[in-house]
Nanobody, 127 residues
Framework: QVQLVESGGGLVQAGGSLRLSCAASGRTFSGTSVAWFRQAPGKARESVAAISWSGETTYYRDSVKGRFTISRDNAANTVYLQMNSLKPEDTAVYYC????????????????????WGQGTQVTVSS
């Protein structure tokens, strides 16, 4: 079992930045691919970004490309999501999720393939 805890959310003005953290504990984090998802009020949860165990492979949804950066520090068992140039439409609860399956282009954004999930952290961007 891998436990995931998100932190770093908060209220920020449009154009501002936040860095989310996803800290893992429990069963070894080694070999996991990790993704960030988000869910806005009244909307379905959607993928945001994902990173492979090595950090060499990353994927982003189109609307965050160039603004968000996913990274990881395996020694610290932590994955980060740096969010810049935030927009009101980025407002959502952000979740991190992990899986042991290899990260690839056709399933990185599939929620069903992620086994472990955090409780989420709220990000609110005011206009």
């Amino acid at each position: 079992q891998v436990q995931l805890v998100e932190s770093g959310g908060g209220l920020v003005q449009a154009g501002g930045s936040l860095r989310l953290s996803c800290a893992a504990s429990g069963r070894t984090f080694s070999g996991t691919s990790v993704a960030w998802f988000r869910q806005a009020p009244g909307k379905a949860r959607e993928s945001v970004a994902a990173i492979s165990w090595s950090g060499e492979t990353t994927y982003y949804r189109d609307s965050v490309k160039g603004r968000f950066t996913i990274s990881r520090d395996n020694a610290a068992n932590t994955v980060y999501l740096q969010m810049n140039s935030l927009k009101p439409e980025d407002t959502a609860v952000y979740y991190c999720a992990a899986r042991y399956a290899t990260l690839n282009s056709y399933s990185w954004d599939s929620q069903a393939t992620y086994v472990y999930w955090g409780q989420g952290t709220q990000v609110t961007v005011s206009s």
